[in-house]
Structures are given as C-alpha cells and as structure tokens.
Nanobody
Framework: QVQLVESGGGLVQPGGSLTLSCSAS????????WAWFRQAPGKEREQVAR?????FIEYLDSVKGRFTISRNIGKVFLEMNGLQPEDTAVYYC?????????????WGQGTQVTVSA
C-alpha cells in the first residue's frame, strides 16, 4: 500500500507564500491524477487543485492565479502565493490510480496551513 506524506505547512502572514509537498512511499508512483484538498474548521473538504497525467489542470476559483500545482514521478507540489486568512485549513494530497475499471484512492495525513497576522 502506497503511503503519501505531506510537508511544508505552517504559519504565514497574509500575502505570504508557502509550498506544500507530497511524496509517495514508492518513488515510481505515477497516479492518473494528483490533487490537493483542504478542510477548514466547520467546513467540508474541498478540492483546491488537480493535475492529471495528460496535462489537464484545474483550480478552485478562489485560488486561481495564486496557487500552482505541479507534479513529478512520485511527488506533487502546491505553490501558494498571496495567502489570505480564508486559505487557513488542513491541506491533504490525494492520488487516484486507475487500472482497468478500478480506481484506487490514496490520501496523505494532512498538513496545517494557518494564515494570520
């Protein structure tokens, strides 16, 4: 079973930047897509960004122009610029592997991002 581990969260002032990383326990892991989700206290988990192997990328409207997702074999990153207090949440990386008609879902443990003065 592949494990995903996030890093890079922390406390940052409004307008600041952070880059989150997510690494798979198998360096050759190459899912059909990688995604970043976040969940703020009292709110539902929402997809922030997604990148597929064929180059399709999509972003949550509120982060467009500020966040950038990128991927390598075994890793995915989320560069976050212009952070605002409403970006405060636990951020999770997610990967989906498709084999035939079966899709397998993988999640990291989450990393806290806090935007505050």
């Amino acid at each position: 079973q592949v494990q995903l581990v996030e890093s890079g969260g922390g406390l940052v002032q409004p307008g600041g930047s952070l880059t989150l990383s997510c690494s798979a326990s198998e360096s050759s892991f190459n899912p059909y897509y990688w995604a970043w989700f976040r969940q703020a206290p009292g709110k539902e988990r929402e997809q922030v960004a997604r990148a597929t192997t064929v180059g399709f990328i999509e972003y949550l409207d509120s982060v467009k122009g500020r966040f950038t997702i990128s991927r390598n074999i075994g890793k995915v990153f989320l560069e976050m610029n212009g952070l605002q207090p409403e970006d405060t949440a636990v951020y999770y990386c997610n990967a989906v592997v498709v084999e035939g008609t079966t899709a397998s879902d993988y999640w990291g443990q989450g990393t806290q991002v806090t935007v505050s003065a």
